[in-house]
């Protein structure tokens, strides 16, 4: 029997029709277990969504697709799974060696557990956070830039409405959004924490009478606008030792209203 593989045309290495550069090609949606820290367990185990890229030379007509797959599943076999800035840097230059490219790019997008706990009937249950990773290394950089992302949702109270209303204030569920530089590794629960001091009160899985009773209490007694929220997340992040950079949107899904409210602060 012959071996025909070694006569297989490499279609991806021929010259482009077009002699343009491409900033970023690779691979979407591609999911993996993987394990993170977890400052109350240790560590705990999710699942990501993976996307991969690599830059391409205007002269190659494509890139080899194979081969992000091939580098994560090694990665995968020798970090056991684990993601952190360490593993995430030698992920990032073997892509990069692997598909011989200049510049290499991977998002870690997962969701982050925490058993939350009622404040008055002690309940626990889990509430989940979308939370990313973000890692780009380019060659003539000495070291990969890293972002982090966390989507945190707590409840806001409007002060307009608690200042008008006769019996009452309207609230509603409002998303706080961090993308964030760090010069130091910082756990996640730290921003989750900040988050949540941040708007009228936190979010919880699971909430008994007594419990509903105190966070709308607790809500009513610390209405915040939008614009109040996204300072008070600023704030916390300028007073943080490991944040090198931020930007910080908060949307407000409002209840009495048939548009969203949101406000922006990024680190210039």
């Not at 997962?110 to 939350?116: L, M």
């Not at 924490?193 to 607790?218: C, M, N």
């Not at 209405?223 to 929220?229: L, N, Q």
């Not at 997340?233 to 490991?242: A, G, I, K, R, Y």
Request: aromatic fraction near 10%; charge should be negative; hydrophobic fraction near 40%.
């Amino acid at each position: 029997m012959h071996n025909h593989c070694s006569h297989l045309e490499d279609v991806q290495s021929s010259k482009a029709k077009y002699s343009l550069a491409i900033d970023r090609v690779g691979i979407k949606d591609y999911h993996i277990p993987l394990v993170i820290k977890d400052l109350a367990n240790e560590k705990q185990h999710s699942v990501a969504k993976v996307d991969m890229a690599v830059d391409l030379p205007a002269d190659f007509k494509g890139t080899h697709m194979s081969r992000f797959i091939e580098a994560m599943e090694e990665w995968r076999i020798n970090s056991s799974e684990q993601l952190d800035y360490s593993s995430m840097k030698k992920l990032l230059e073997r892509v990069r060696t692997k598909l011989d490219a200049q510049k290499a790019y991977i998002k870690f997008s997962f969701p982050y557990f925490i058993t939350k706990t009622a404040p008055i009937s002690n309940a626990k249950a889990s509430v989940d956070y979308h939370c990313s990773f973000t890692g780009e290394w380019d060659k003539k950089d000495e070291k990969p830039n890293f972002l982090i992302e966390l989507a945190i949702p707590v409840t806001t109270v409007c002060p307009c409405s608690k200042a008008i209303s006769q019996y009452g204030a309207h609230g509603q569920r409002t998303i706080i959004k961090m993308q964030i530089k760090l010069n130091k590794f910082s756990w996640l629960e730290e921003f989750i924490h900040i988050a949540e001091k941040a708007g009228s009160a936190p979010i919880y899985a699971i909430l008994k009478r007594p419990d509903e009773k105190f966070v709308t209490e607790q809500a009513y007694e610390n209405a915040y606008f939008v614009e109040d929220v996204v300072r008070n997340v600023v704030n916390s992040l300028e007073n943080h030792d490991h944040v090198e950079w931020y930007k910080v949107e908060v949307e407000s899904h409002e209840s009495i209203h048939g548009h969203n409210a949101f406000a922006v602060i990024e680190k210039k």
